[in-house]
């Protein structure tokens, strides 16, 4: 149908952003003490550079793009100008982290006075009394992408709608989205990077990981502990009740919601507020609708202070956010070409085919796939649940594989760069059948042939990094480009706090009350 509907030229339209975050570390690999560097901007207010949940968690910011070129061109111009300001700081290249001395070697980040920038260090801390601090400084890329109005519009007719053109796009995003739930494990499988930890992340606490040595664990078949029950997580969310509904639009923000409005025990029992300190911005299932945490989301661009259920409500699905791929510590940018010519496919695969029904046991299944993955992925003898029974993974993974060929043969037909789709796809069916290394499995091996640890190997990559940039410095004018948006995020910064400001508890209120 989309091919009949012009594809190419509509896909044109199509956008794509990363957000990828990194680590500032000294130079000696410890997590860095060090406040954002100045010369980068104010984090509250710079639209490219800002900081995740610690202070040295630094995050790139792409604008969408409508080619991969020009998204990884501005990635690698906003790593240059960054690296022109650091001194001896350098970036982790990995997904699990550098050496951390426990918690309170974490500083959260600092959006300054403003109650909206008290309000997003509030929920930072928040997350640390609920969570723990430790998962919180694991990194990794978003890949967001949205496809144009035209299509959308064309699709519509072609099916011949009713309703409005907004509902029919969030529906169709909505079954995207559980397409990309239901499969999703073959992200970890095929780019995951994360499959040992250096032994400082696990603070002494007992583990089911094995000791590879030097003060690395890891576990045999891992792809992507990120993904894991060591890293990112809805553990603690599911213990509390929190359980959200992807069937359809409506359905996500009400069970979203709710998770928001209900009061929850073991939260209450940190408490909000003690002697003006904040502890958590309330004491619900989630403080705001981003504490849900989900290998992918439904997205739409805010207005100001809007909430995102909001938002949602309002003007409808507005693009797609991946949030499942690891740092890749083989490309400096922590993200290559190939990657996100997959990827966009990948999404376009994921809009074509149709779209389950995600009952609470489908949704247990999808969730127990990605963990098995995340785990043990590696292990060729590993077989994967769906609602018609088990099917091993590469015999899954061979299927999508193959079923995405026609999709990627009809966007090289417009590619100005060649059959970069049709590559791209090739090197992860080369994965699948084993004839080019999945990175968790590379990373084992060069570990083991150097007889080094985590943080050797890690600390190595980084520093080649750290050089690959240094020794490509922007140009004079780029430079000043740059070094003027910062400017301009200063003085937007500086006229936020100047503006009176209500009670805190006041503008919480009035927030929440939306």
Same mark, same amino acid.
């Given at each position: 149908?989309?091919? &009949?509907?012009?594809?190419?030229?509509?896909?044109? @339209?199509?956008? =794509?952003? =990363? &957000?990828?975050?990194?680590?500032?570390?000294?130079?000696?690999?410890?997590?860095?003490?060090?406040?954002?560097?100045?010369?980068?901007?104010?984090?509250?207010?710079?639209?490219?550079?800002?900081?995740?949940?610690?202070?040295?968690?630094?995050?790139?910011?792409?604008?969408?793009?409508?080619? =991969?070129?020009?998204?990884?061109?501005?990635?690698?111009?906003?790593?240059?100008?960054?690296?022109?300001?650091?001194?001896?700081?350098?970036?982790?290249?990995?997904?699990?982290?550098?050496?951390?001395?426990?918690?309170?070697?974490?500083?959260?980040?600092?959006?300054?006075?403003?109650?909206?920038?008290?309000? *997003?260090?509030?929920?930072?801390?928040?997350?640390?009394?609920?969570?723990?601090?430790?998962?919180?400084?694991?990194?990794?890329?978003?890949?967001? !992408?949205?496809?144009? /109005?035209?299509?959308?519009?064309?699709?519509?007719?072609?099916?011949?709608? +009713?309703?409005?053109?907004?509902?029919?796009? #969030?529906?169709?995003?909505?079954?995207?989205?559980?397409?990309?739930?239901?499969? @999703?494990?073959?992200?970890?499988?095929?780019?995951?990077?994360?499959?040992?930890?250096? &032994?400082?992340?696990?603070?002494?606490?007992?583990?089911?990981?094995?000791?590879?040595?030097?003060?690395?664990?890891?576990?045999?078949?891992?792809?992507?502990? $990120?993904?894991? /029950?060591?890293?990112?997580?809805?553990?603690?969310?599911?213990?509390?009740?929190?359980?959200?509904?992807?069937?359809?639009?409506?359905?996500?923000?009400?069970?979203?919601?709710?998770?928001?409005? +209900?009061?929850?025990?073991?939260?209450? #029992?940190?408490?909000?507020?003690?002697?003006?300190?904040? *502890?958590?911005?309330?004491?619900?299932?989630?403080?705001?609708?981003?504490?849900?945490?989900? #290998?992918?989301?439904? *997205?739409?661009?805010?207005?100001?202070?809007?909430?995102?259920?909001?938002?949602?409500?309002?003007?409808?699905? &507005?693009?797609?956010?991946?949030?499942?791929?690891?740092?890749?510590?083989?490309?400096?940018?922590?993200?290559?070409?190939?990657?996100?010519?997959?990827?966009?496919?990948?999404? =376009?695969?994921?809009?074509?085919?149709?779209?389950?029904?995600?009952?609470? %046991?489908?949704?247990?299944?999808?969730?127990?796939?990605?963990?098995?993955?995340?785990?043990?992925?590696?292990?060729?003898?590993?077989?994967?649940?769906?609602? /018609?029974?088990?099917?091993?993974?590469?015999?899954?993974?061979?299927?999508?594989?193959?079923?995405?060929?026609?999709?990627?043969?009809?966007?090289?037909?417009? #590619?100005?760069?060649?059959?970069?789709?049709?590559?791209?796809?090739?090197?992860?069916?080369?994965?699948?059948?084993?004839?080019?290394?999945?990175?968790?499995?590379?990373?084992?091996?060069?570990?083991?042939?150097?007889?080094?640890?985590?943080?050797?190997?890690?600390? $190595?990559?980084?520093?080649?990094?750290?050089?690959?940039?240094?020794?490509?410095?922007?140009?004079?004018?780029?430079?000043?480009?740059?070094?003027?948006?910062?400017?301009?995020?200063?003085?937007?910064?500086?006229?936020?706090?100047?503006?009176?400001?209500?009670?805190? %508890?006041?503008?919480?209120?009035? !927030?929440?009350?939306?």
């Amino acid at each position: 149908m989309l091919r &009949e509907a012009g594809a190419p030229r509509l896909l044109r @339209g199509s956008r =794509i952003g =990363i &957000e990828k975050e990194s680590l500032r570390v000294s130079s000696d690999g410890v997590i860095a003490q060090t406040p954002h560097p100045q010369a980068l901007g104010a984090t509250l207010t710079h639209p490219n550079v800002t900081t995740d949940y610690a202070e040295p968690l630094t995050e790139f910011i792409t604008r969408p793009h409508r080619s =991969i070129p020009d998204v990884m061109h501005e990635l690698d111009e906003l790593h240059r100008w960054v690296y022109s300001h650091l001194r001896d700081e350098i970036f982790w290249a990995t997904s699990m982290p550098c050496i951390l001395r426990g918690e309170e070697s974490i500083r959260i980040a600092d959006y300054g006075p403003s109650n909206l920038g008290m309000m *997003k260090t509030v929920y930072r801390r928040g997350l640390g009394y609920r969570y723990g601090k430790m998962m919180q400084v694991i990194a990794g890329v978003h890949f967001n !992408y949205s496809f144009s /109005d035209d299509l959308w519009q064309v699709l519509y007719e072609m099916e011949g709608a +009713t309703g409005s053109l907004q509902d029919y796009r #969030s529906a169709n995003y909505m079954a995207m989205l559980r397409n990309l739930k239901c499969f @999703g494990w073959l992200v970890p499988y095929l780019f995951g990077a994360s499959p040992a930890v250096c &032994e400082s992340f696990l603070e002494g606490n007992p583990t089911t990981l094995e000791y590879l040595g030097h003060g690395t664990y890891f576990e045999s078949f891992a792809t992507s502990l $990120r993904l894991g /029950d060591i890293g990112y997580q809805n553990k603690r969310e599911e213990e509390t009740g929190v359980d959200i509904d992807f069937q359809t639009l409506s359905n996500y923000i009400a069970t979203l919601e709710q998770a928001i409005e +209900t009061s929850c025990p073991i939260y209450e #029992s940190i408490g909000i507020e003690e002697n003006g300190y904040y *502890k958590q911005l309330n004491t619900k299932l989630l403080q705001i609708e981003n504490e849900y945490y989900c #290998s992918v989301r439904p *997205k739409v661009i805010l207005d100001g202070l809007e909430k995102p259920v909001r938002a949602l409500q309002r003007r409808g699905i &507005e693009y797609i956010e991946l949030r499942s791929v690891d740092l890749n510590v083989f490309d400096p940018l922590g993200v290559n070409e190939q990657q996100l010519y997959f990827l966009e496919a990948l999404m =376009i695969y994921a809009l074509l085919q149709p779209s389950p029904i995600m009952t609470k %046991d489908v949704a247990a299944l999808v969730e127990n796939n990605l963990q098995l993955v995340a785990h043990s992925g590696r292990d060729p003898q590993l077989t994967l649940t769906r609602k /018609d029974g088990k099917v091993g993974l590469r015999d899954w993974a061979n299927r999508i594989l193959y079923d995405m060929q026609e999709i990627c043969s009809w966007l090289d037909e417009n #590619s100005p760069t060649g059959r970069c789709y049709s590559l791209a796809l090739k090197q992860q069916q080369d994965k699948v059948a084993g004839l080019v290394e999945i990175p968790s499995t590379r990373m084992l091996d060069i570990m083991r042939a150097n007889k080094e640890s985590f943080f050797e190997f890690a600390m $190595r990559q980084s520093q080649m990094v750290a050089q690959h940039f240094r020794d490509r410095p922007l140009t004079e004018e780029k430079q000043r480009h740059f070094d003027a948006l910062a400017e301009q995020s200063r003085a937007q910064y500086e006229s936020i706090n100047a503006e009176p400001q209500k009670p805190f %508890d006041v503008f919480l209120q009035e !927030y929440f009350s939306q």
